[in-house]
């Protein structure tokens, strides 16, 4: 589970709908131009990028789509040529099963740099918790303690050879 507190909530950059800003000022004038601008806004607002430092998710309205950092094979950036000269464009990320578009970020090649990281550095920890599993015990606790208690009985005489071999077969 991941840390709310370490966590950085994005919205699409206000560049990445500059085709509808720029409708809704040149349409102002009949008064539709602000129920554009109106309308543009409330789309942007209404999607925002989660990101913590295990899982990016993306949140339309009430809908949720998350992708754990783990499971992600794949990233890339792709910009048309407005979103190249307005300095944005979206990033790919492909899991197995899923993929994820974050859209209308700024610096995008820089930013999927920063993910790319996360992306190496939970993997590493998840290699490493792997390997570090416990191994489970062959015998029961105290097994050793107990056999070597029955060898000293043994050996002091206070038990049988028969007895000793009877006992001692019950801890292989």
């Given amino acids: 589970m991941s840390n709310p ?49 295990t899982s990016i998710s993306k949140i339309v309205e009430e809908d949720k789509t998350e992708l754990e950092l783990v499971n992600i094979l794949e990233t890339s950036v792709s910009q048309t040529g407005v979103q190249k000269l307005l300095g944005i464009g979206n990033i790919k990320l492909k899991a197995n099963v899923s993929e994820l578009i974050l859209e209308g970020i700024e610096n995008p090649e820089s930013f999927l740099e920063k993910i790319d990281t996360a992306i190496a550095y939970q993997k590493e920890q998840l290699k490493a918790s792997e390997k570090i599993k416990p191994r489970k015990p062959t015998h029961d606790p105290g097994t050793l303690e107990k056999l070597d208690y029955l060898t000293g009985l043994w050996q002091q005489g206070l038990i049988s050879d028969e007895d000793y071999d009877q006992e001692r077969k019950k801890f292989s």
């Fill in 5 to 53: 507190e370490k966590s950085i909530i994005l919205t699409p950059s206000r560049k990445n709908y500059f085709w509808g800003y720029l409708i809704g000022v040149l349409l102002i004038p009949l008064l539709i131009g602000v129920v554009v601008i109106w309308f543009i806004n409330r789309k942007r607002n209404s999607i925002h990028y989660q990101i913590t430092d």
